[in-house]
């Protein structure tokens, strides 16, 4: 991946990012079978350093070193719902690409997105980018709380996907706990970012 992924991710904690993940991201995928994910914010980008698929899972365009729109995955609503204020900024104050007839394409419908996802603690792409496809996706804090990272499934698009929220959700705090977050419920992840963000407002 390069000695600037390396950095990227070392620095993240007291362990490396997918030295924390990879366990876990392993265990799910024996349970999900389709497509487990891990991903980080890079310039504005969601850049995937890891993916476990099955033979046979739905398409996924994701691959390890893919990049992509934040509005145009379920780990780049994570970010853009719990990440940096200039991040969402730029994104809803830009171009959209339409790479389904589901993809979110002005930034009225992503605020709505973005205001469900922060609502839920989980972000939900369905056939955004790819036809058939649902993304589901959680965050990862690091150390201070703050989101490094985006856990992701990709499952079939008319799936149920909320019998694989809790699971989801478990797998990201046991990989936050390694990197050194505190124990964090929904309601704690809220305080902390609006607390390092004294001027924020919910997507208005």
């Known amino acids: 991946?390069?000695?600037?992924?390396?950095?990227?991710?070392?620095?993240?904690?007291?362990?490396?990012?997918?030295?924390?993940?990879?366990?876990?991201?392993?265990?799910?995928?024996?349970?999900?079978?389709?497509?487990?994910?891990?991903?980080?914010?890079?310039?504005?980008?969601?850049?995937?350093?890891?993916?476990?698929?099955?033979?046979g899972a739905v398409p996924n365009i994701a691959k390890i070193a893919t990049r992509l729109p934040p509005y145009a995955c379920s780990a780049g609503l994570v970010f853009l719902a719990f990440g940096p204020d200039d991040l969402r900024a730029d994104v809803l104050a830009g171009e959209f690409t339409q790479f389904t007839p589901r993809s979110i394409t002005d930034a009225t419908r992503l605020r709505r997105v973005l205001a469900a996802t922060r609502r839920n603690g989980y972000g939900v792409a369905s056939e955004l980018i790819n036809v058939g496809s649902k993304g589901l996706a959680v965050p990862v804090h690091g150390a201070d709380g703050e989101v490094v990272?985006?856990?992701?499934?990709?499952?079939?698009?008319?799936?149920?996907?909320?019998?694989?929220?809790?699971?989801?959700?478990a797998a990201s705090r046991s990989i936050s706990q390694s990197l050194g977050a505190p124990s964090l419920g929904d309601d704690d992840v809220h305080r902390i970012h609006n607390f390092q963000n004294p001027g924020y407002a919910p997507f208005h």
């Open 1 to 55: 991946m390069g000695t600037e992924m390396w950095e990227l991710a070392t620095r993240c904690s007291r362990v490396g990012l997918r030295e924390a993940s990879a366990p876990v991201l392993e265990s799910l995928h024996v349970v999900v079978r389709q497509h487990v994910q891990l991903a980080v914010l890079v310039d504005g980008q969601i850049l995937f350093i890891e993916r476990l698929s099955s033979r």
């Open 149 to 169: 990272a985006a856990l992701s499934i990709v499952i079939q698009h008319d799936a149920d996907h909320q019998p694989w929220v809790p699971m989801l959700k």
